[in-house]
């Protein structure tokens, strides 16, 4: 198989990931308790009459199977909705949001990518020194620290006590790196143990005995050979890692106040907003699988085995 | 082994470092600052953080507190509610109450205008409040406030008559909340159900912008001249501008004062009020909100909760001054009373009356036959002798944690709590009534409200929404009632301290705390004023250099 068919095939799949994202979160919202008319006005003032028309009004007295076929009707001509709080446009409110996100999951993957590498690198070749250990520690700890706690002690030092970089908002650069580097350190802590990992299992192989044999120096062997192979099963994680980030900044946004999808799904998942979930699970959903792809093919460009095998 | 070179291995060092250092530091030392009191001036933005967004900024239709805050500066009311609980004009000068109280004729202000240059006059208030109980407008809590609303007569350009369709003696107090403000008509009109989103008033500040999630911007009126009798400021206010940022994480937005990105924040956590008395740089300002205090109720629907004696053990078992030291460490006052202190009326007898006393509280569930068994929980008739405690998520100032300390308080009295904690109180306090227990509080102005939360509740009412406790007490009802048409203030004062003594007396709630709004600010800020309950007004706010 070429790699176009290949890609065509993996996106055909992804299709039907993405159908199946959107039934399931219809059927979940669904079956949640909790009656969105309610949380749109205050009940205590609103006569049964006045809540049965709104229902009336945003088809939701319909049979489940109705409302079902009608929103995916809608999708399929691109309308995904009025908000059922604010009645704001559905789509217009996510692509404004997106990008805030995309860059956020971007540099944070960055930071991740930059930092675990690094001490998984360093990790490995100086295996068991002080070096390896602190760095199994910052990685022990990026793994474990909740990202709204990392969130807030780098707020604490960052910006209380050292006044550095300001604490919330999006309007400039200087704002995304407090928020990327508690995301990145989730990311960070996976890579640098696989790279560890993966470093330590590709050094004991024959061919970097052969190659240090020919005489390579040692950073070649390390950096062009070694680190390569090594990385192969470090990508998967990465590309692994943006899905988590992108969901982490349901978190993050709120800890630094930012602007993005992840405040939006949240603050649309307290009120039942079901139109605003859709539409961001929807989004997610494409991004989530068009990553998957890129890093699937990417084995194949990295891996000559891979490309051959196919 | 060949060397790495020397800056990977300082680069990767200090990292690391600066992660440990992360893990480590918890923040408390502050850097000494200049002294920043110096002269005051006009001009200059403030900065000033919000804990969560408001829902609209068009304020017949909003639901939220929070959104009081960003439109008290858009929009004027009719009238102004005093610190002493006496009504004081604003847009309107002067005016009379019939006979039979059922209508009121208002004298309003001529030379005042609305942001967009629409005139503001007796058509423009009409317009306001039959918006209101328009069902097509979809009021919330202005509805409730504006009944017994029936309609308004235009007697002249400047002269309104408004009809109730019985006498409310709240009336007027409810006139001057913000949530009754006068929003242009031109503006409602031609907006719709999107007003919200570029809201106009006649207020000290025009509405600039709202980003979702970010900010709400808003800059001087600089026509403004009709300023309520509660701010010094007559005039137009000294700021150019207000940027009210949304910031829902507490240590953040804290956190954004004392680095200074905002100049003042909302809603400060207890143990920040304790460490922000210390910051030179920083003031803190506190009042406490008029209304309900935080409140437990019992859910008197359900067995034995309805039995006065059950619920007299329950008040005489809880300490509820430990509570409210342990967990807001001297910074919230203990509630007493259904109302919070400075309501009209409010019955200060009530203070230091209850007093826990766990013998007594035995004592009486020995009488009724409620029996210890092995695990120390009493029971009757086979059924033990349990509380279903719901409270809300996320864990608004520590509410949860007051459900736990009362979980460890009944234990000694042989009473099981369960405590549940849901985000869908809607349902399972408002629909299905599924509790024994639950606490709220509301913001409000006049003793009235008790009406609608211990009043009898009818069936109707009931279907759309359960009221709290659920009870039913002819002689509360009775007070209730009179207290809403009775107009002089005294004879007010007398019945709502009678009907405050029942509900304390047969314990249908415990009182827990006042809730109390909290601001840190700059110390360059200066002038930030609180109206009657306890929302802040900005009129003479300046910023020092």
Same mark, same amino acid.
């Given at each position: 198989?070429?790699?176009?068919?290949?890609?065509?095939?993996?996106?055909?799949?992804?299709?039907?990931?993405?159908?199946?994202?959107?039934?399931?979160?219809?059927?979940?919202?669904?079956?949640?308790?909790?009656?969105?008319?309610?949380?749109?006005?205050?009940?205590?003032?609103?006569?049964?009459?006045?809540?049965?028309?709104?229902?009336?009004?945003?088809?939701?007295?319909?049979?489940?199977?109705?409302?079902?076929?009608?929103?995916?009707?809608?999708?399929?001509?691109?309308?995904?909705?009025?908000?059922?709080?604010?009645?704001?446009?559905?789509?217009?409110?996510?692509?404004?949001?997106?990008?805030?996100?995309?860059?956020?999951?971007?540099?944070?993957?960055?930071?991740?990518?930059?930092?675990?590498?690094?001490?998984?690198?360093?990790?490995?070749?100086?295996?068991?020194?002080?070096?390896?250990?602190?760095?199994?520690?910052?990685?022990?700890?990026?793994?474990?620290?909740?990202?709204?706690?990392?969130?807030?002690?780098?707020?604490?030092?960052?910006?209380?006590?050292?006044?550095?970089?300001?604490?919330?908002?999006?309007?400039?650069?200087?704002?995304?790196?407090?928020?990327?580097?508690?995301?990145?350190?989730?990311?960070?802590?996976?890579?640098?143990?696989?790279?560890?990992?993966?470093?330590?299992?590709?050094?004991?192989?024959?061919?970097?005995?052969?190659?240090?044999?020919?005489?390579?120096?040692?950073?070649?062997?390390?950096?062009?050979?070694?680190?390569?192979?090594?990385?192969?099963?470090?990508?998967?994680?990465?590309?692994?890692?943006?899905?988590?980030?992108?969901?982490?900044?349901?978190?993050?946004?709120?800890?630094?106040?930012?602007?993005?999808?992840?405040?939006?799904?949240?603050?649309?998942?307290?009120?039942?907003?079901?139109?605003?979930?859709?539409?961001?699970?929807?989004?997610?959903?494409?991004?989530?699988?068009?990553?998957?792809?890129?890093?699937?093919?990417?084995?194949?460009?990295?891996?000559?085995?891979?490309?051959?095998?196919? | 082994?060949?060397?790495?070179?020397?800056?990977?291995?300082?680069?990767?060092?200090?990292?690391?470092?600066?992660?440990?250092?992360?893990?480590?530091?918890?923040?408390?030392?502050?850097?000494?600052?200049?002294?920043?009191?110096?002269?005051?001036?006009?001009?200059?933005?403030?900065?000033?953080?919000?804990?969560?967004?408001?829902?609209? $900024?068009?304020?017949?239709?909003?639901?939220?507190?929070?959104?009081?805050?960003?439109?008290?500066?858009?929009?004027? =009311?009719?009238?102004?509610?005093?610190?002493?609980?006496?009504?004081?004009?604003?847009?309107?000068?002067?005016?009379?109450?019939?006979?039979?109280?059922?209508?009121?004729?208002?004298?309003?202000?001529?030379?005042?205008?609305?942001?967009?240059?629409?005139?503001?006059?007796?058509?423009?208030?009409?317009?306001?409040?039959?918006?209101?109980?328009?069902?097509?407008?979809?009021?919330?809590?202005?509805?409730?406030?504006?009944?017994?609303?029936?309609?308004?007569?235009?007697?002249?350009?400047?002269?309104?008559?408004?009809?109730?369709?019985?006498?409310?003696?709240?009336?007027?107090?409810?006139?001057?909340?913000?949530?009754?403000?006068?929003? =242009?008509?031109?503006?409602?009109?031609?907006?719709?159900?999107?007003?919200?989103?570029?809201?106009?008033?006649?207020?000290?500040?025009?509405?600039?912008?709202?980003?979702?999630?970010?900010?709400?911007?808003?800059?001087?009126?600089?026509?403004?001249?009709?300023?309520?009798?509660?701010?010094?400021?007559?005039?137009?206010?000294?700021?150019?501008?207000?940027?009210?940022?949304?910031?829902?994480?507490?240590?953040?937005?804290?956190?954004?004062?004392?680095?200074?990105?905002?100049?003042?924040?909302?809603?400060?956590?207890?143990?920040?009020?304790?460490?922000?008395?210390?910051?030179?740089?920083?003031?803190?300002?506190?009042?406490?909100?008029?209304?309900?205090?935080?409140?437990?109720?019992?859910?008197?629907?359900?067995?034995?909760?309805?039995?006065?004696?059950?619920?007299?053990?329950?008040?005489?078992?809880?300490?509820?001054?430990?509570?409210?030291?342990?967990?807001?460490?001297?910074?919230?006052?203990?509630?007493?009373?259904?109302?919070?202190?400075?309501?009209?009326?409010?019955?200060?007898?009530?203070?230091?009356?209850?007093?826990?006393?766990?013998?007594?509280?035995?004592?009486?569930?020995?009488?009724?036959?409620?029996?210890?068994?092995?695990?120390?929980?009493?029971?009757?008739?086979?059924?033990?002798?349990?509380?279903?405690?719901?409270?809300?998520?996320?864990?608004?100032?520590?509410?949860?944690?007051?459900?736990?300390?009362?979980?460890?308080?009944?234990?000694?009295?042989?009473?099981?709590?369960?405590?549940?904690?849901?985000?869908?109180?809607?349902?399972?306090?408002?629909?299905?009534?599924?509790?024994?227990?639950?606490?709220?509080?509301?913001?409000?102005?006049?003793?009235?409200?008790?009406?609608?939360?211990?009043?009898?509740?009818?069936?109707?009412?009931?279907?759309?929404?359960?009221? $709290?406790?659920?009870?039913?007490?002819?002689?509360?009802?009775?007070?209730?009632?009179?207290?809403?048409?009775?107009?002089?203030?005294?004879?007010?004062?007398?019945?709502?301290?009678?009907?405050?003594?029942?509900?304390?007396?047969?314990?249908?709630?415990?009182?827990?705390?006042?809730?109390?709004?909290?601001?840190?600010?700059?110390?360059?800020?200066?002038?930030?004023?609180?109206?009657?309950?306890?929302?802040?007004?900005?009129?003479?706010?300046?910023?020092?250099?």
């Amino acid at each position: 198989m070429t790699l176009i068919s290949k890609a065509l095939v993996r996106i055909a799949n992804s299709f039907v990931s993405v159908l199946g994202s959107l039934i399931l979160v219809f059927c979940i919202i669904y079956l949640l308790p909790g009656d969105p008319v309610l949380s749109m006005i205050d009940p205590s003032v609103a006569t049964p009459e006045m809540i049965e028309n709104l229902r009336r009004e945003l088809g939701l007295d319909q049979p489940f199977y109705v409302q079902f076929v009608e929103y995916f009707t809608a999708i399929l001509h691109g309308d995904f909705g009025q908000s059922l709080i604010n009645s704001d446009p559905v789509l217009p409110k996510i692509l404004m949001h997106f990008s805030a996100t995309l860059i956020l999951t971007l540099t944070s993957t960055i930071f991740s990518i930059v930092i675990g590498v690094t001490l998984g690198v360093l990790s490995a070749i100086y295996r068991n020194k002080w070096i390896d250990i602190l760095a199994r520690l910052v990685g022990l700890f990026g793994i474990s620290m909740p990202t709204f706690w990392s969130g807030i002690l780098l707020i604490l030092i960052f910006s209380v006590n050292l006044n550095w970089l300001p604490a919330m908002g999006s309007d400039d650069w200087k704002t995304l790196i407090l928020p990327s580097l508690a995301l990145g350190f989730v990311g960070a802590g996976l890579i640098i143990r696989m790279v560890r990992t993966s470093m330590l299992e590709v050094v004991n192989e024959q061919f970097i005995v052969t190659l240090r044999a020919k005489g390579l120096s040692e950073r070649v062997v390390m950096y062009r050979h070694a680190l390569r192979n090594a990385l192969i099963p470090a990508i998967t994680i990465i590309g692994m890692n943006i899905g988590e980030m992108m969901a982490g900044t349901v978190v993050i946004e709120t800890v630094f106040s930012r602007q993005g999808i992840g405040r939006i799904i949240a603050d649309a998942i307290m009120a039942k907003d079901l139109p605003v979930i859709q539409g961001v699970i929807f989004f997610s959903a494409i991004v989530y699988v068009i990553i998957n792809l890129l890093v699937d093919l990417s084995y194949s460009v990295i891996d000559p085995r891979v490309r051959r095998s196919h | 082994m060949k060397k790495w070179p020397n800056w990977t291995k300082t680069l990767t060092v200090a990292t690391a470092f600066l992660l440990l250092l992360a893990g480590c530091s918890n923040g408390a030392s502050t850097s000494n600052s200049e002294d920043t009191s110096g002269k005051e001036s006009t001009g200059g933005e403030l900065t000033y953080a919000l804990a969560t967004s408001p829902d609209t $900024l068009d304020p017949h239709r909003s639901g939220l507190a929070v959104s009081v805050r960003a439109f008290r500066t858009i929009f004027d =009311s009719l009238v102004v509610q005093t610190a002493d609980n006496t009504i004081q004009p604003w847009l309107a000068t002067e005016w009379t109450v019939s006979e039979d109280g059922k209508s009121y004729t208002f004298k309003l202000r001529e030379d005042v205008t609305f942001h967009d240059g629409t005139p503001f006059n007796a058509e423009a208030v009409k317009y306001n409040y039959d918006r209101i109980i328009d069902p097509e407008t979809k009021a919330a809590n202005a509805l409730a406030l504006i009944r017994p609303y029936k309609s308004s007569e235009v007697i002249d350009e400047y002269t309104i008559k408004i009809n109730l369709e019985t006498p409310s003696a709240a009336f007027l107090s409810n006139l001057s909340q913000a949530l009754l403000g006068i929003v =242009s008509p031109t503006a409602a009109k031609k907006d719709g159900d999107q007003f919200g989103k570029h809201p106009v008033g006649t207020g000290p500040y025009k509405f600039v912008s709202w980003i979702e999630n970010a900010d709400i911007q808003v800059e001087k009126n600089n026509d403004y001249k009709w300023a309520p009798s509660i701010v010094e400021n007559d005039g137009a206010p000294y700021l150019d501008k207000i940027t009210f940022k949304i910031i829902p994480e507490e240590a953040t937005r804290i956190g954004s004062v004392q680095s200074g990105q905002v100049l003042a924040a909302e809603t400060v956590p207890p143990q920040n009020i304790v460490s922000l008395k210390d910051d030179p740089k920083t003031q803190l300002l506190q009042v406490n909100t008029l209304g309900l205090p935080y409140t437990l109720f019992f859910n008197q629907r359900n067995k034995p909760w309805n039995d006065v004696n059950v619920r007299k053990a329950v008040q005489l078992a809880i300490d509820v001054d430990a509570i409210v030291k342990t967990l807001y460490m001297g910074t919230y006052e203990r509630a007493w009373s259904p109302l919070s202190p400075g309501m009209l009326g409010y019955d200060e007898s009530l203070e230091n009356s209850v007093k826990p006393d766990l013998d007594e509280a035995n004592k009486r569930l020995d009488e009724l036959g409620y029996k210890k068994g092995s695990d120390g929980i009493r029971e009757k008739d086979g059924k033990k002798l349990t509380l279903n405690y719901v409270d809300g998520s996320p864990n608004r100032e520590k509410r949860n944690d007051i459900a736990v300390i009362i979980q460890q308080q009944l234990k000694e009295i042989g009473i099981a709590v369960d405590i549940n904690i849901t985000k869908d109180t809607a349902t399972v306090i408002y629909q299905n009534a599924d509790y024994d227990l639950y606490g709220n509080s509301q913001v409000n102005s006049d003793p009235n409200s008790l009406l609608d939360i211990y009043h009898t509740s009818d069936p109707e009412k009931e279907a759309a929404r359960r009221m $709290l406790g659920g009870g039913s007490d002819p002689e509360l009802d009775k007070l209730l009632e009179q207290g809403t048409i009775e107009h002089e203030p005294a004879k007010r004062e007398e019945i709502y301290k009678k009907a405050q003594q029942i509900i304390i007396e047969k314990a249908v709630i415990i009182p827990i705390y006042v809730f109390p709004y909290t601001v840190a600010a700059s110390k360059k800020v200066n002038g930030i004023t609180f109206d009657s309950l306890g929302y802040p007004l900005f009129n003479d706010v300046r910023i020092g250099q």
